[in-house]
């Protein structure tokens, strides 16, 4: 080691990353199944504002409506304020938060048509009990609070500089993103997304790598297995079940790291520069082990201005509760819409029938219409499903809906309101080629177990 830390420096690293390992990546048992303490932060807070959060979240998609379109007027000023950060944006998200302002305004004072003040499209998103932009906020503010204790205090670098023989050959990405994808499999695909956003806007992933990690590995936590299974009846094959998403979970993570669009994606920084080739080698007079705890304190010790830190974590916050829920209630609205009101992701799920009906899928027809559906709610697939009389057919659908991973009312919302390097119709052929692969196989797994 070539450089003498002082012990408090350590200390940073050692107890501040533990807490961070425990808050983010520790399941612990509770009455509604396994959850992550940062999880169960937020459902308590959830708890005690449900009386007036929808109207919060309703204030907030004004103001940031309102702050991006004055944004379009007012011109650049070189150094970037916190105004900047949170409203200059350009006018298709500028659109994106006006039409948030609508669909929260119609739903709320239910004005307007049914298909927009509905519970399964607005409501779903904005119910102040258990709806996902209202329980957005309270994780929003959490992640963003402590999600530093997994990215400021050495813990990314300790365990990068072990992991990249293991992350960078199989799966094309940096040894760091081994803690994303843990926080993701263990905890939930949102945080992993928003610990990935946060480490390609710092410039540690290229856009390829950021791509790759938030589409790739940002799994549903393990609790909403257990709802899908629920939905479906079985929830006494829950091994088998997930035991299939890892399986195919991890073939699909071989493969799409080396086709489009993934493969595609530049390898550049955030700001277009290129990063260093030799940037995870192993340095004379270092090993991985050496390097890491290294590298750990290394980026402990700059962070030793815990103040700083905090308000850089409430600034967080703030980006996050202006830029991301009003994109998550624009396109996820969007998307349930065209999911319970039209027939177009049935006919989109067409042209699945005869693949279905070949791999000797009982009830093809109506498993068909599920393949596409994922696509706007991750639930939607296992509701449609639920009356389907073949354990087969329905394990197979609910294996499906879960190893898909992009959906609009989630995960595929919360992409689009970060800076990762991902666009909608890059979310939707991703998820059609995570579709396409995986019926194979998951149709061979539900054979053999049925």
């Given at each position: 080691m070539t450089k003498k830390f002082p012990s408090y420096t350590w200390f940073l690293f050692i107890f501040l990353s533990l807490v961070g390992i425990f808050l983010f990546i520790t399941p612990v048992n509770t009455a509604d199944g396994l959850k992550v303490p940062v999880a169960l932060l937020a459902n308590a807070l959830s708890a005690n504002v449900v009386s007036f959060i929808h109207w919060f979240a309703w204030i907030v998609?004004?103001?940031?409506?309102?702050?991006?379109?004055?944004?379009?007027?007012?011109?650049?000023?070189?150094?970037?304020?916190?105004?900047?950060?949170?409203?200059?944006?350009?006018?298709?998200?500028?659109?994106?938060?006006?039409?948030?302002?609508?669909?929260?305004?119609?739903?709320?004072?239910?004005?307007?048509?049914?298909?927009?003040?509905?519970?399964?499209?607005?409501?779903?998103?904005?119910?102040?009990?258990?709806?996902?932009?209202?329980?957005?906020?309270?994780?929003?503010?959490?992640?963003?609070?402590?999600?530093?204790?997994?990215?400021?205090?050495?813990?990314?670098?300790?365990?990068?500089?072990?992991?990249?023989?293991?992350?960078?050959?199989?799966?094309?990405?940096?040894?760091?993103?081994?803690?994303?994808?843990?926080?993701?499999?263990?905890?939930?695909?949102?945080?992993?997304?928003?610990?990935?956003?946060?480490?390609?806007?710092?410039?540690?992933?290229?856009?390829?790598?950021?791509?790759?990690?938030?589409?790739?590995?940002?799994?549903?936590?393990?609790?909403?297995?257990?709802?899908?299974?629920?939905?479906?009846?079985?929830?006494?094959?829950?091994?088998?079940?997930?035991?299939?998403?890892?399986?195919?979970?991890?073939?699909?993570?071989?493969?799409?790291?080396?086709?489009?669009?993934?493969?595609?994606?530049?390898?550049?920084?955030?700001?277009?520069?290129?990063?260093?080739?030799?940037?995870?080698?192993?340095?004379?007079?270092?090993?991985?082990?050496?390097?890491?705890?290294?590298?750990?304190?290394?980026?402990?010790?700059?962070?030793?201005?815990?103040?700083?830190?905090?308000?850089?974590?409430?600034?967080?916050?703030?980006?996050?509760?202006?830029?991301?829920?009003?994109?998550?209630?624009?396109?996820?609205?969007?998307?349930?819409?065209?999911?319970?009101?039209?027939?177009?992701?049935?006919?989109?799920?067409?042209?699945?029938?005869?693949?279905?009906?070949?791999?000797?899928?009982?009830?093809?027809?109506?498993?068909?219409?599920?393949?596409?559906?994922?696509?706007?709610?991750?639930?939607?697939?296992?509701?449609?499903?639920?009356?389907?009389?073949?354990?087969?057919?329905?394990?197979?659908?609910?294996?499906?809906?879960?190893?898909?991973?992009?959906?609009?009312?989630?995960?595929?919302?919360?992409?689009?309101?970060?800076?990762?390097?991902?666009?909608?119709?890059?979310?939707?052929?991703?998820?059609?080629?995570?579709?396409?692969?995986?019926?194979?196989i998951i149709a061979v797994i539900a054979h053999i177990l049925f």
């Amino acid at each position: 080691m070539t450089k003498k830390f002082p012990s408090y420096t350590w200390f940073l690293f050692i107890f501040l990353s533990l807490v961070g390992i425990f808050l983010f990546i520790t399941p612990v048992n509770t009455a509604d199944g396994l959850k992550v303490p940062v999880a169960l932060l937020a459902n308590a807070l959830s708890a005690n504002v449900v009386s007036f959060i929808h109207w919060f979240a309703w204030i907030v998609f004004i103001i940031a409506a309102i702050g991006s379109v004055i944004a379009q007027f007012i011109p650049v000023k070189e150094q970037r304020t916190l105004f900047d950060s949170l409203f200059r944006v350009n006018w298709f998200w500028t659109i994106m938060r006006i039409l948030a302002v609508i669909f929260a305004t119609m739903y709320l004072f239910q004005i307007g048509p049914e298909i927009f003040t509905s519970e399964n499209t607005s409501g779903l998103l904005l119910t102040p009990d258990g709806g996902l932009v209202t329980m957005m906020f309270s994780l929003f503010l959490f992640a963003g609070l402590l999600l530093p204790l997994l990215t400021d205090f050495g813990l990314l670098e300790f365990f990068g500089s072990m992991m990249v023989k293991i992350m960078r050959p199989l799966f094309k990405i940096p040894g760091r993103s081994a803690i994303d994808c843990l926080a993701s499999w263990v905890g939930d695909g949102t945080i992993g997304v928003l610990l990935t956003s946060k480490q390609y806007e710092e410039g540690n992933y290229t856009a390829r790598e950021a791509a790759t990690i938030a589409t790739t590995f940002s799994v549903v936590s393990i609790t909403f297995c257990f709802v899908v299974l629920e939905t479906v009846d079985l929830n006494h094959y829950f091994l088998q079940f997930y035991g299939s998403v890892i399986f195919v979970g991890l073939i699909l993570a071989l493969i799409m790291p080396r086709i489009f669009p993934l493969s595609r994606k530049p390898d550049t920084n955030i700001d277009g520069s290129i990063p260093d080739d030799k940037r995870e080698d192993v340095p004379k007079g270092f090993n991985a082990f050496s390097l890491g705890l290294h590298n750990a304190l290394s980026k402990a010790d700059s962070n030793k201005n815990l103040g700083k830190v905090i308000g850089a974590g409430f600034k967080n916050v703030l980006e996050m509760w202006f830029a991301i829920t009003p994109v998550i209630m624009a396109f996820g609205t969007i998307a349930l819409v065209l999911a319970e009101y039209t027939s177009f992701f049935k006919i989109l799920g067409m042209p699945f029938e005869p693949i279905l009906a070949a791999l000797q899928i009982p009830f093809a027809d109506q498993a068909a219409q599920t393949m596409i559906v994922g696509f706007a709610d991750m639930l939607l697939p296992s509701v449609l499903g639920s009356g389907i009389e073949s354990d087969l057919t329905r394990f197979f659908i609910a294996t499906v809906s879960v190893t898909q991973l992009i959906y609009m009312s989630e995960v595929g919302g919360l992409i689009l309101g970060t800076k990762l390097p991902l666009k909608i119709w890059d979310l939707f052929l991703i998820f059609l080629i995570r579709t396409i692969i995986s019926i194979p196989i998951i149709a061979v797994i539900a054979h053999i177990l049925f």
